[in-house]
């Protein structure tokens, strides 16, 4: 049984900012039915400088590795633990680059990262921060786990970010791993989109795929909504819907 995967993204400035500190791609590759499929939300650490550039600086780091698997990979034999340690390299050099980036224009700037893969029916997550992956099957669950740190300020306890890509030469970062299930829907965003979401608000987005909407324009009523809501900071979400079928194609 192959799956098919079908997804989309979407990135807004929000409400309060003219600069959209968030980056957000998705990368699929297909061979034979069988599908390869990567995406990417950083959020720039806006309590620092030229956060935005961060972020796009590890999508363009992405992209490149992306594309650079793409020549070479064979998906139907291709070991998921090699392909796992392959992309930890990889977040690693992405690192270096912010850190690079920083040393070069003498400023202190980091990003989010969460990154997730899809592969032959399983799933990786690398995770640095507090953007989020979720998944949605009956019921939504947080598959990574936010790096924050409760702390008090100006006399009130406060989850304060810990960690981020471009804050230390030595990259801390959190993996996770699982099966697809049939009907999983995935979901990485940043926190302008995770703060005010609700597990309803994926079943309008289900009705909408079924109906044949896009789901690049799925992710733009998802945002929209959030800003219905009154959230200021930027929003970036992306969807991955996932079938199981007797061959994987992508339609």
């Known amino acids: 049984m192959g799956v098919n995967i079908k997804g989309g993204f979407a990135t807004d400035a929000g409400l309060r900012d003219s600069i959209n500190q968030d980056a957000i791609l998705l990368r699929a590759l297909e061979q034979n039915g069988e599908w390869f499929v990567a995406g990417v939300v950083c959020d720039g650490i806006g309590g620092l400088e030229r956060g935005e550039d961060a972020s796009r600086l590890v999508i363009g780091a992405f992209d490149e590795w992306f594309r650079g698997i793409c020549q070479w990979i064979r998906i139907d034999t291709i070991d998921f633990n090699a392909l796992l340690q392959h992309a930890t390299e990889a977040i690693k050099q992405w690192n270096k680059k912010v850190r690079q980036f920083c040393e070069g224009e003498n400023i202190k700037s980091g990003t989010t990262m969460s990154m997730l893969v899809l592969i032959r029916g399983y799933y990786f997550i690398l995770h640095v921060g ?83 909407m896009s789901v690049r324009q799925i992710c733009v009523d998802a945002i929209n909504l959030m800003k219905m809501r009154q959230e200021q900071d930027n929003i970036s979400v992306g969807i991955i819907f996932t079938e199981h079928t007797k061959r994987g194609l992508f339609r």
């Open 130 to 212: 507090d953007s989020r992956v979720y998944c949605y099957n009956q019921l939504l669950t947080q598959l990574t786990i936010d790096d924050t740190a409760r702390k008090l300020v100006n006399g009130r306890e406060r989850d304060l970010l810990s960690n981020f890509l471009g804050k230390s030469d030595e990259l801390k970062y959190k993996v996770y791993t699982g099966e697809i299930k049939k009907g999983d829907i995935f979901i990485f965003c940043s926190d302008g989109f995770y703060r005010n979401l609700a597990p309803q608000d994926l079943n309008p987005c289900i009705t909408k795929y079924q109906s044949g």
